[in-house]
């Protein structure tokens, strides 16, 4: 019973760091972006254990041109963002918890676009494969930011 309630309450704090969105529609420039604007504060950490938060974007299409503008405020320094396959970043966000120094094993090396820590950027991506992926926010800095994900246009 007790097991059950951890896998449980595991799941829910994962669940809890993503959003859905669907479909983009396209910019006036010609690559695919959001229908809006969605705001989500992520929690203050440290490059061993940082706060994160993930915008799942589902039924992205091989070959296809996304951007997407970020912000983080609220922060000095702002955040860092990575354009990741949904299932490398369950898996990271799966193992968070269990993981000594969670921040240190985040899988940068399979960002298919990242913008370092920034205050603003615009990513502009083409994702190599079909299906669900997320634009990782994540906060290295001791308080907590707010970051925006909107339009490119």
Known sequence: MILVLSAVAVIAVVVASVLYVELPRPSSSGPLTLTSSTTHQVLGGNQSYPGFFSLAIANLKQGQTYEVKVAASGGAVGANFCVLSDGSYDTWANAYYSTKNPGLTFPWNQCVT????????????????????????????????????????
């Open 114 to 153: 990242s913008s370092g820590q920034t205050l603003e950027a615009t990513m502009t991506f083409n994702v190599p494969s079909s299906g669900t992926w997320d634009i990782v926010a994540i906060n290295n800095n001791p308080n907590v930011v707010t970051v925006t994900y909107s339009p490119a246009f």
